[in-house]
């Protein structure tokens, strides 16, 4: 069964300081993993997609690595704001028809002054 | 550009009741995705379209849940006789076709059955 599992599964940090969260998956075969923030009350939005050739990705203060070959990612987020606050969700997607994803339970990012 | 928004945000329901959650996915964008969301869990794939057909319905949990879509546009999410089981976030997202990576979401809708 394609699981992803997410941890920590809640955090809280300082304003200012870095973070990593880690997300380990057995998804087969696969085809990319993509980090999504989603903020309470509202949809997830894209952060970063990769795909299996690919092994980091940044967009802005948030940086993705890939280890296909141990099936594990990491999202580092750099400076945290305030705004950071939200579930930070890996998903994982199989080859196959549909692009259907396999998501996981996320992990709760809070940032305090 | 506008982008994917659902309706209602906010449903209360009766249990054994019918709802009916709709989806309006970012225009020109043929593909279409309905997920649950419940407290604690990951997101749960329910159904895709394709245009209007669904080549995948492997994740509705049961006959009481439906779905179709209309003019390659709008969808509807229909759970008749509904549950307190049923309660969830539903969330839809719109992709530009079924092979891009890329999947834009709606901010949901909460269905709480009472």
């Known amino acids: 069964k394609n699981q992803v599992e997410q941890s920590p599964q809640s955090l809280i940090i300082l304003e200012g300081k870095n973070c990593t969260l880690q997300c380990n998956y057995t998804v087969s075969p696969f085809s990319n993993l993509r980090w999504y923030k989603q903020d309470t009350g509202r949809g997830p939005v894209s952060l970063t997609i990769m795909t299996f050739s690919e092994n980091t990705k940044s967009n802005g203060r948030y940086t993705a690595t890939l280890d296909a070959d141990t099936k594990q990612s990491s999202l580092h987020i750099t400076a945290s704001q305030l705004s950071d606050s939200a579930s930070y969700i890996c998903v994982v997607s199989a080859t196959g028809g549909g692009n259907k994803l396999t998501f996981g339970t996320g992990t709760q990012l809070k940032v305090e002054l | 550009g506008a982008g994917v928004s659902q309706s209602p945000s906010n449903k209360v329901t009766e249990k054994g009741k019918d709802v009916e959650l709709r989806c309006d996915p970012i225009?020109?964008?043929?593909?279409l995705y309905w997920y649950r969301q419940s407290l604690g869990q990951g997101l749960e794939f329910l159904i895709y379209?394709?245009?209007?057909?669904?080549?995948?319905k492997s994740g509705l949990p049961s006959d009481r849940f439906s779905a179709e879509r209309t003019g390659g546009s709008v969808s509807t999410l229909t759970i008749q006789r509904t549950q307190q089981e049923d309660s969830a976030v539903y969330l839809c997202?719109?992709?530009?076709?079924?092979?891009?990576?890329?999947?834009?979401f709606g901010p949901g809708t909460r269905l709480t059955v009472t």
């Open positions: 379209f394709q245009g209007n057909s669904a080549p995948d």
């Open positions: 225009s020109g964008h043929t593909a």
């Open positions: 997202a719109s992709s530009p076709s079924h092979t891009s990576y890329e999947q834009y």
